[in-house]
T-cell receptor
């Protein structure tokens, strides 16, 4: 069963920040949150991951609430090439026996 | 560095047949995972291989199997194909078993008629 809930679709204007929410209210203390995106007809691409602290890399920022029940992926300056399905994922299990549980994803459309 | 490659890219089979898909990971990556992606079920984990051993397995019937070779290349096999096996099959590789930055290939699109 999916452990994440995401809106099915979102729009964002080119050049603006895209904020993608994810609910993971049943997440356990040692379960990481990951984000991947999938551009049409390609394999998923890793974006970022975190446990409880906010994270930033060259692609995006990840904001995790203090209670860890939700998070937000931020694309600071969205471009048309950011149009994709964005997946919020929870890693369940320990280091030696784990699975990535993928949500249904949010289809993000960047408009000119 | 070359990315993850999967062959073939497209495949059409009929019910009851069997199929073998191939995945070549990024050079130096020893972990290979397989996923099934369908419009109804989304992305579902099939299994992971690390150093030629199956390390983790999802909830799929025994018709789905895989293996990994000493050069880290991996194959997955589906026997007695069913219509519901039509899907995009994705392979992902990573360097260390517990490190989660997986790099995905473009997938093999399988159509079962």
């Amino acid at each position: 069963d999916a452990k994440t809930t995401q809106p099915p679709s979102m729009d964002c204007a080119e050049g603006r920040a895209a904020n993608l929410p994810c609910n993971h209210s049943t997440i356990s203390g040692n379960e990481y949150v990951y984000w991947y995106r999938q551009i049409h007809s390609q394999g998923p691409q890793y974006i970022i991951h975190g446990l409880k602290n906010n994270e930033t890399n060259e692609m995006a920022s990840l904001i995790i609430t203090e209670d860890r029940k939700s998070s937000t992926l931020i694309l600071p300056h969205a471009t048309l090439r950011d149009t994709a399905v964005y997946y919020c994922i929870v890693r369940v299990g320990g280091d030696s026996n784990y699975q990535l549980i993928w949500g249904a994803g949010t289809k993000l459309i960047i408009k000119p | 560095k070359a990315g993850v490659t999967q062959t073939p890219r497209y495949l059409i089979k009929t019910r009851g047949q069997q199929v073998t898909l191939s995945c070549s990971p990024i050079s130096g990556h020893r972990s290979v995972s397989w996923y099934q992606q369908t419009p109804g079920q989304g992305l579902q984990f099939l299994f992971e291989y690390f150093s030629e051993t199956q390390r983790n397995k999802g909830n799929f019937p025994g018709r789905f199997s895989g293996r990994q070779f000493s050069n880290s290349r991996s194959e997955m096999n589906v026997s007695t194909l069913e219509l519901g096996d039509s899907a995009l099959y994705l392979c992902a590789s990573k360097t260390l078993a517990v490190q989660e930055t997986q790099y995905f290939g473009p997938g093999t699109r399988l159509l079962v008629l």
